[in-house]
């Protein structure tokens, strides 16, 4: 692999390609698959990555001499769970984003938010909807004030039962929003009942609260025609010739999530000045000037070695043999050699995921991982660094991007900037 494309009418940087691990505490001893570590892991990792953008847009510039700008930056990464950290971390800096290959309508987050809105004005006594609602930008209660009006009784009331009873019990700050969010539900539950759901939806967008709240020009539909917007659209084509309502239209909603359907989601792929997040799988066949590869560190997946029973075409199937006393089971010959191919293909499909991340940056590349197994990290590395890196010892030795990326920097210090950092 030749790093970047070379172009011998500019003058390149010194170092092309940039390195960093950052070891985070882990929270409790655990596997790597533990929620709250990820949670920290990604949290870290992703101001890691908004600062360096920072530092770059405005302040660097590219091969050619122009200034970096956000549409020339790219963040890819396995899975999109790290997209919210990423996304909130840059728009805390001022930094615009758009997740290129987010095609779920139902999955963005203002459209959750609308479900949640819609469905609490049908019927407030849904305790999950009704939570999504006060969450949201709309009402900002917190989920120590949820805590709160919970614990307020001790009848097994709904949520909206116990925001009720305490409304009418206290008189402190959280008891005025309960009056509030009761005011402002019962006057959009008097528009409902008389306005067709397009153009209740339209009442709703031009109210004050969703227009002080900046839904609708900063956060998931950006104001450039996005996904709650569409919301609008996609009322107005079902409303049809007859009159529907919220309730219809929530029944519709929810029988296309059932059935696994969907609208097509905002684009945001040609929208100016932005980063772009996407999987590698989704950046095939782009490229971009900067390109920042994260989660560089999250250990590939192993599963197929804990199952009793191995699938691998075209040699078959084989399984592990319980013993006559009933409590183990053993592997056979068979067993382990599928158990090789398998693993073997696994690591080949890792390696080509990476030459595909790798070839994504004409000019500037940025490695990042997280790990809070730092002695772990260091110890495959060096057992990398110390075998020939031919073609057993990577696809046998590698536990993760970073270990591989490490064991060639640890020959060849050179070839970037190792940033370690707790």
Known sequence: LVFSKKDKSVKEKESNVEVAVISVPNSRPS?????????????????????????????????DGSPIKPSDIAILFRSKRISPYISAALRRRGIKSAETDSTQYFENDDVLMMLCILNTIDNPERDIYLAGTL????????????????????????????????????????????????????????ISSSLSIDKFLLALFNTERFIASGILSSQGSDGEGGNVLLLYDYARSFQGNGFKGVYEFIEYLNSLIEENQSFPASS??????????????????????????????????????????ILSYPYGIAMKLAESNGFARVATPM????????????????IRVLYVALTRARERL????????????????????ASCLDRYAVL?????????????????PPLGILDIRS
């Open 135 to 190: 969450r949201s930008p709309l009402f900002h209660f917190t989920a120590d004030d949820i805590l709160t009006i919970r614990r307020n009784h001790g009848e097994p009331l709904s949520l909206f039962g116990g925001l009720l009873q305490y409304m009418r019990e206290n008189n402190d700050s959280l008891s005025k929003k309960c009056k509030d969010f009761y005011d402002t539900l019962t006057v959009w539950q008097d």
């Open 31 to 63: 596997d790597d698959s533990d929620d709250e570590n990820d949670f920290i892991a990604m949290e870290w990792e992703s101001e890691y990555i908004a600062s360096q953008i920072e530092k770059l847009i405005g302040k660097e510039k590219n091969n």
């Open 268 to 309: 945001k792929r040609d929208a100016p000045d932005r980063v772009s997040l996407m999987t590698i799988h989704k950046s095939k066949g782009l490229e971009f000037p900067v390109c920042f590869l994260c989660t560089a560190g999250k250990r590939f997946n192993n599963e197929d070695s804990k199952k009793s029973l």
């Open 396 to 412: 046998s030795s590698s536990t993760s991007f970073i270990t591989s990326f490490l064991a060639v920097l640890t020959r060849h």
């Open 335 to 350: 067993r382990e050699l599928l158990l090789e191919r398998v693993s073997t293909e696994s690591a080949e499909e890792e």
């Open 366 to 385: 940025f490695v990042v991982a997280t790990t809070n197994s730092h002695h772990d990290t260091l110890s495959a590395m060096a057992k990398l660094s």
